[in-house]
């Protein structure tokens, strides 16, 4: 079995490392370049920090030298890094932002200091809404952007019309959305008869749905470890095929 994974380029790759221990073959195809500002992070006002990317995670331990404030990570990947980089107090939502907005929530008192919100240029919910209507204060601090591919490469192009892929991997609406506009522009349709999607939630899956594929499935909690999970039950259910 192989599968094209869409996430960027440095989470791309940690994912291929992970499915080659399974023994899931991967291309990379980043339809999202992260574009870091390289700002510092100033974190000695705040009470604690909201994390809702990798690329955030990266952009916070690269910004800043503080390793004790709470860092609050919306999923496993996020987290992970974080701790990676030394950080002491690290909660995990597993995957969901309304999860990590509940446990802000119920962990953190708002009298106690403003909280700093890292994330991209795009968001999905608005946290800062949530939270404010809880009455903390938060600031945002725009990190990166996240600029979408016009075009597969040569390499994607070619294994997709050979059918040499089996399965493509989602993790963001953004992600999904860059993909069917280039699958539209190239007028590939026909490739999705034998072609099956994994994808990270609903939400995720909802611009790429009709698109024809030959199965769409969904991870069974929205972080890597659950989709990774999917990938290992569909090369089991189905088999490996060999590719050229």
Not at 7 to 22: D, K, M, W, Y
Not at 142 to 167: E, G
């Amino acid at each position: 079995m192989k599968v094209l994974i869409t996430r960027h380029e440095s989470t791309a790759i940690n994912l291929g490392n992970i499915l080659s221990q399974e023994g899931i073959a991967s291309m990379r195809e980043p339809l999202l370049k992260i574009v870091p500002k390289f700002e510092p992070i100033l974190v000695k006002d705040f009470q604690a920090l909201i994390v809702t990317s990798a690329s955030g995670s990266i952009a916070l331990a690269k910004g800043t030298d503080c390793r004790r404030i709470p860092v609050f990570a919306v999923g496993g990947a996020t987290a992970a890094i974080a701790i990676e980089a030394g950080f002491e107090q690290v909660r995990n939502a597993n995957g969901r932002v309304l999860t990590l907005t509940d446990i802000i929530i119920s962990e953190l008192n708002p009298d106690h200091g403003p909280l700093l919100y890292i994330s991209g240029e795009n968001i999905s919910v608005d946290i800062e809404k949530i939270l404010r209507a809880e009455k903390f204060k938060i600031h945002r601090q725009i990190v990166y952007r996240a600029v979408p591919a016009k075009a597969f490469s040569a390499s994607t192009m070619h294994a997709l019309r050979k059918n040499n892929i089996d399965v493509v991997s989602f993790f963001s609406p953004r992600t999904a959305i860059t993909f069917a506009n280039i699958i539209e522009k190239e007028r590939l349709r026909g490739i999705f008869r034998s072609l099956k999607a994994v994808c990270l939630s609903e939400a995720v899956a909802d611009p790429i749905r009709n698109l024809g594929w030959q199965e769409v499935l969904i991870s069974g909690t929205p972080d890597q470890e659950s989709l990774v999970r999917s990938l290992c039950e569909l090369r089991d259910r189905d088999g490996s095929a060999d590719h050229d």
